[in-house]
Structure formats: structure tokens, C-alpha cells
């Protein structure tokens, strides 16, 4: 009899001693394992190439946001921390500044996005805020993002072939920029938010503007000699052309028209 009592005491201590085992910490490995995201690293720069523009001494840009789009994931907001960048302070420093370091599902990202709220150009008569055909700058252009692995996208700012000046001396912005990114590549982000990117395989590079209508793409911008201003808020481009010209273009020119649209690529 004596012999079952220990027996069952036995039992009990050890049955007790399982029971404190809290539930989470068994079932831990089994999430971790089921539950498990790869994800890689992408790092976002803005910089200038610019060349030098007479009277113009800053240009500000203020991003709101930062997003990229899949057609797996949808947009996917990258940053909304609002940051201002003076464009010309780039170029002079020769330098590409942080937009956003942070962690994506691995993936190929088709588009983009900057959500730019405002411009301020200074020049030898003060502060003007410039107008921007639309505060939307969409780029088609793989970022393709590893497990593991550091991805950049780089938006170069072309702020003389982006910056127009109306007969009223309003300014106007329609971004032309240089879009490069990387796979596999080395960052370093030091103190001062400066970017440093070595090494890596180039996956998306080019060049696109934005026309009078906020469309973005390859081909689009406002020509250099192009007759702008501002009417109700919205951009007006005049074109430079002599009527002469302007009637052999139409003439002879639609076959070159065809072309250039073809090449156009603009985001949704």
C-alpha cells in the first residue's frame, strides 16, 4: 500500500511540474518556424548632378513620403517622416543624403513613389515657393529586393532641367530625375545621414520627367525654351515653335511622334 502512495506522489509531482510550463514557451519554436518572413534591407538616397544655375543659390524639396508598389503587395509605405533637402547643397557637397533605411519583404517592387508637398527656391530677390505640376512623382523601374541582402534605390535630381521660369518670374518644378537601383550592393549611412553605396548589381537606371500634366515617364518633361506660366493653379506650356516650324513638324514630324511615344512609360 505504502509502495502505490509513493508511487502517485511521484506521478503527481511530476504531472504538477509539467503544468508550469507556460503554453507559449512549447509552442514558440513551432511559430517561429511556421511563421518565418525572409526579408532584405533597402536603402533610399536623394542627390543632385545639377549644373550651375545663375541666380539660383537653394532649392528645398520636402518629401512626405516614401512608397514602392508590387503587384503581390500593393503600395507599401517605405517612410512618412517628413523630410526637406536643399538640392543645390547636394550637388556642391557632391554627396546623396538618407530618404528611408528599412526592411521589405523580399520581392521585385515595379514603382517608386516620392509625395513631394513643397518647393522653395531662393535666388537673389528672396524665398519663392515653387509650383509643382503634380506632388506625385511615380517611377516605373524594378527594385528587386534579396533576403538578407542590402537593395538601394538612388533619385538623382536634375535641378537645372528641372526648374522653369515664367514670364511673372514664378518658378515652376517638373522633377527630372536619374533612377538607379542595385541589388546586392554595400551601404554604409554615416552620422551625418550621408550615404556611401558600393559594389552592386545595377537593375534599374534612367532618366524621366515630368510634363505640365503631372505625368512621369520617359521622354516626358517641359522643354528648356518652352513658354510657361501659371493659370488657376494648373501649369501652361507654350511651345517655342515658329509657326513655320510648328507646321512642318506637323507635316513630316508623326512618325518621330510615334516613336517617342512608345518609349513613354508612365506610372499608375
Known amino acids: 500500500m505504502k509502495k502505490w502512495i509513493v508511487m502517485i506522489s511521484i506521478l503527481a509531482l511530476f504531472l504538477l511540474a509539467v503544468g508550469c510550463v507556460p503554453p507559449q514557451q512549447m509552442e514558440k519554436p513551432a511559430e517561429s518556424a511556421a511563421g518565418e518572413q525572409k526579408e532584405g ?22 518629401v512626405d513620403s516614401v512608397k514602392v508598389h508590387s503587384t503581390a503587395e500593393g503600395w507599401v509605405t517605405v517612410s512618412s517622416e517628413q523630410k526637406t533637402f536643399d538640392l543645390l547643397k547636394l550637388k556642391a557637397e557632391g554627396s546623396q543624403e538618407l530618404l528611408a533605411d528599412v526592411k521589405l519583404k523580399e520581392g521585385t517592387y515595379q514603382q517608386v513613389r516620392l509625395d513631394i508637398s513643397k518647393v522653395v527656391v531662393v535666388d537673389d530677390k528672396g524665398e519663392h515657393e515653387a509650383k509643382l505640376p503634380s506632388g ?8 528587386v529586393v534579396n533576403a538578407n541582402s542590402t ?9 537645372d532641367e528641372s526648374l522653369h521660369l515664367t514670364g511673372n518670374g514664378e518658378y515652376i518644378l517638373a522633377p527630372v530625375v536619374k ?37 512621369v515617364g520617359v521622354g516626358l518633361g517641359i522643354p528648356a525654351k518652352a513658354k510657361v506660366s501659371i493659370a488657376q493653379g494648373k501649369v501652361k506650356v507654350e511651345s ?14 508623326s512618325n518621330a511622334n510615334v516613336s517617342v511615344k512608345a518609349k513613354v512609360k508612365v506610372g499608375y
Open 240 to 253: 517655342s515653335l515658329g509657326r513655320e516650324e510648328a507646321m512642318e513638324n506637323n507635316g513630316n514630324g
Open 179 to 215: 533612377l538607379e537601383t542595385k541589388e546586392d550592393a554595400e551601404v554604409e549611412v554615416k552620422a551625418d545621414h550621408k550615404v556611401e553605396i558600393k559594389k552592386g548589381k545595377v537593375k534599374t537606371s534612367i532618366k524621366v520627367g515630368m510634363d505640365a500634366e503631372g505625368k
Open 41 to 62: 534591407r533597402a536603402v533610399f538616397t536623394i542627390t543632385d548632378a545639377a549644373a550651375n544655375m545663375s541666380a539660383v543659390t537653394s532649392v528645398m524639396v520636402t
Open 151 to 159: 537593395s538601394t534605390a538612388s533619385f538623382d535630381f536634375i535641378a
Open 136 to 143: 506625385e512623382l511615380k517611377i516605373v523601374g524594378d527594385l
